[in-house]
Structures are given as C-alpha cells and as structure tokens.
C-alpha cells in the first residue's frame, strides 16, 4: 500500500514522470552497512553515468549508489529534454581559466558527449524519444539579433565553422519556427530533443543489470573519506562521489558550494496538425531566444510543446522543499510568454505545470574532480544544462578513478574549484537580484532597442 501510494507521489512529479512506462515505486533501502569499492551519493543522472562507466570498465568493482527519492527524482527527471553541448561557462570564461586551446577542447567535448548519450541509449534499449534536430536560438529585436552575431563571431574566434554555429536570417529562422517578431538567431545541430525521465530511469535499469546496487529511498546525511552515511547504515569505500546538484545544500558543510535556484515548466495538451503546421518545429528542434531572463522548449514526440524558464525565486538559506516547485504567477508568465511566441497557443490547454532546482555554482562554471589523497570526487554546477554534460562527469570520474588518463580528464573543468558563495543573507540578496535585473534588462531592451547596463553588471557579478 505505501509502495502504491509512493507511485502516485512521483508520477505527479512533472509531465515527464507521468508519462514514464513502468513502476515508479521505490526500489529497496539500503539494508545496513555495507563495504564497496565507489559510493554515489545520487541517483541522477551524474551519478548514474559514473557507476555505468565505472562498471564497463571494470566489472568487479562493487559500486553503491543511494538514492533520497528515487532515481531520476530531481532535475534529471524533470528537465527541458534538451541532450546538448551547452556548457554553463563561456568560451571567453573558460580561456581566462585554462587557454583558448582548452577552451575549444572542452566544447569538442561537450558536442562529442551529445552523441555518446545517443549512442548509450541505443546500445541499451532505452527508447528517450530521441530526436537529433539541433537548436534554433531566435532573435527577436535588433538587439537580440546583434547579441547572436557577437555569439557566432566569438564561435569563430575559437575554431568553429558554420557547421557548429551559423547565424540565421528571419527568413531562415521562421522556417525552423514561425514565432512572431523573428529577426534572425543562430542554430547549432548539437543538441537532441529527449524525454529526460525515459533517459534516467532506463539508466537506472541498465546499471542495475550491471551489478550496480542502487537503493533507493536511502537519504545520504553525510559524506567524507571512505563513507556515506545514511539512517540505514554507512557504506564504507575507498572513494566516495557527490553528485547532488540542486540538492547539494542539504549535505553538512555544503550550504554555501552551491545555489538552489529553480526552474519552473509547463507543458500543453497534445496539439493538432494544424496547429504545428503554424509553429513548425517539424524535425524536433529545441528552441528558445536571446532575451536574458532564460526561456526553452521543445516538440515532445506525442505533439505536446514543453515549455520552460526562469524567474522562480531563489528561497534564503538555500531552502529546497516541495512546495516550491509548483508557482502559480511563474506558471501564468510562461503561458503568456508561450501565447506571445506563437498565438495559436492562446487558448491552448496546459496539462501539466512542474519545476525543481537546478545547482548553480558562484562562479556560474561546472565541475569535476576526484582529490586522490581523500577518495572524495564529485561533479555538477550544470546551471541547467546537466543532460549531456552528466555524461561527460561520469565518464571522467570513472576514468578519474580508474587511474586511466585520457584526453577527457585533462579537461579545464576537472578539478575547477568554484568559490563559495556569500553567506544569507546576502546571497539570497544576491541572486533574487539577478534574476530580478535579467528581467528588467529584458523590459529595458524592448524599450530602448539599446544593450541593457544592468544586464552587463550582472555578468561582470557572475563573473560571466
């Protein structure tokens, strides 16, 4: 009866969870102390991408993972669906940190790594709905459209051709999407539209067909050398992973590594024909524009259209709880913003309406690392762009862990230490503000047709 009513708790998680097959019941708690070879903290997608590498590589380590929730709970069950090369720090940021060459060596990366996640799905059986129709980021004021000239030109400057990036003309842009007041945009082929819950819970299956013992409704309370503890007993290894993301604030000692900020979607009844033969989006490219406050969509595979974005407050303390996924007024903007876009959504029934946090770093930079003195690895600080660049933190930890060196563990982003962020309550000061000058710069732009300051000091803030 409890395993019953816990189905129905994760199913109303997000669209994505309701339309997931198979159970969605919990699986085993840890049964008591256990001994291991790796300990994953998280049944995400980060640390399900480590234990499935790990166990490729070497299939008689024993690997524990423990699980709060179940796996796939968090934002890897709840995403936009957007399998991409996007990486949250930019070009620019990342040749201040470690060079242009390596710079560009972590983007290659990042589009390789779009393809390994579509080559694993395969290889697994696990039907995500895969849909390799690239990106279309719009332009919809000249403003926008000089932002995403300056986008492809810095593409340029660091190697990458019209085959990575190309900049697009209204007309070109409309074919992909007829959204009102396109002025242009660029597209970049390196991103698949996926149903995120399918992803990660078919991953979840397949490392447990590896021997991966994967407990779920096991909350982790604390982690250091050569342990994981949890209520039901501590499991003892020689190295130990965090990978936590929005949930890291939870951890002893974590408040500060990493900011909570939530991402609220909404997605529609199924649309006709009719209706998509006016928004296009015919071979499933995910979409957004260049405003500053963060939009994003996609086609799902049964004609919904999941719509998502910013603008959900981040809570002081680094607060997570369920009550903040769910904001009427931020659920009312993206149905506005949704109708703007395309306004034969104007009526357009909204079944479903989620959200959760995404973990974002002080520095706005992901990372990855293992200290070998201690055993202790971790991975995350995706800001949101988490479906692809798991993968690549899986496979580097596992390579990390392994002693194998390759060209993925001399990445700028592994062992990147991102600053701590300020104390409350400052950084609640801090980040509502952002988020609060994106939109403003927003309203700001459409106003005067100029760059917004405000948008300028915010990233000079975030270190951008």
Excluded at 21 to 36: F, K, Q
Excluded at 141 to 157: G, I, K, N, P, T
Aim: proline content about 6%; overall charge positive.
């Amino acid at each position: 009866m409890v395993r019953m009513a816990a189905e129905g708790k994760y199913r109303k998680l997000s669209f994505w969870h309701d339309t997931v097959p198979g159970s969605l019941r919990p699986g085993d708690p840890l049964p008591g102390g256990l001994e291991a070879d790796v300990a994953i903290a998280g049944a995400g997608y980060t640390g399900l991408w480590t234990a499935y590498y790990l166990s490729r590589a070497d299939p008689a380590l024993k690997i524990v993972v423990c699980e709060r929730e179940i796996a796939g709970f968090g934002a890897s069950g709840r995403n936009g669906g957007w399998c991409s090369a996007l990486f949250p720090a930019s070009l620019g940021k990342l040749e201040r940190i470690a060079g242009a060459e390596a710079a560009a060596a972590m983007y290659r990366a990042m589009q390789a790594t779009v393809d390994e996640v579509g080559r694993v799905a395969a290889a697994e059986g696990i039907d995500c709905h895969w849909a390799k129709g690239g990106t279309v980021q719009l332009a919809r004021s000249q403003v926008q459209l000089d932002r995403a000239a300056s986008e492809v030109a810095e593409a340029r400057s660091f190697g990458f051709g019209a085959d990575d990036l190309r900049l697009l003309s209204a007309a070109e842009a409309s074919d992909i999407t007829a959204a009102t007041e396109v002025a242009g945009g660029t597209f970049t082929p390196h991103c698949a539209a996926i149903h995120p819950a399918r992803l990660v819970r078919g991953l979840a299956e397949a490392v447990r067909r590896r021997g991966v013992s994967l407990f779920e409704r096991t909350p982790v309370l604390e982690l250091g050398p050569g342990r994981l503890v949890t209520h039901a007993g501590t499991v003892r290894a020689r190295y130990v992973i965090r990978a936590t993301e929005g949930y890291t604030a939870m951890l002893p000692g974590q408040r500060r590594a990493m900011a909570p900020v939530y991402s609220l979607m909404i997605a529609t009844a199924p649309l006709p024909d009719a209706a998509w033969a006016e928004i296009g989006l015919a071979s499933r490219p995910t979409f957004s524009d260049l405003r500053h406050l963060i939009i994003y969509g996609q086609r799902t595979a049964d004609g919904r259209l999941a719509f998502g974005g910013r603008g959900a407050p981040y809570h002081l303390g680094s607060a997570v709880r369920p009550s903040f996924d769910r904001i009427p007024a931020v659920f009312a903007a993206l149905r506005r913003t949704l109708a703007e876009l395309f306004p034969v959504l104007g009526g357009v029934e909204v079944t479903h309406g989620w959200g959760g946090p995404i973990g974002v770093p002080r520095d706005w930079c992901a990372s990855v690392g293992l200290d070998r003195a201690t055993g202790v690895g971790w991975a995350g600080g995706y800001v949101g762009d988490g479906v692809a660049t798991t993968n690549l933190a899986g496979r580097t930890l596992s390579d990390l862990i392994t002693g194998t060196d390759s060209e993925i563990t001399r990445l700028p982003w592994v062992g990147h230490r991102s600053p701590r962020w300020e104390p409350e309550p400052l950084r609640w000061l801090g980040v509502n503000a952002g988020l609060q000058a994106m939109s403003w710069a927003d309203r700001q732009e459409a106003r005067t047709g100029r760059p917004s300051r405000a948008a300028a000091v915010m990233g000079r803030f975030l270190g951008s």
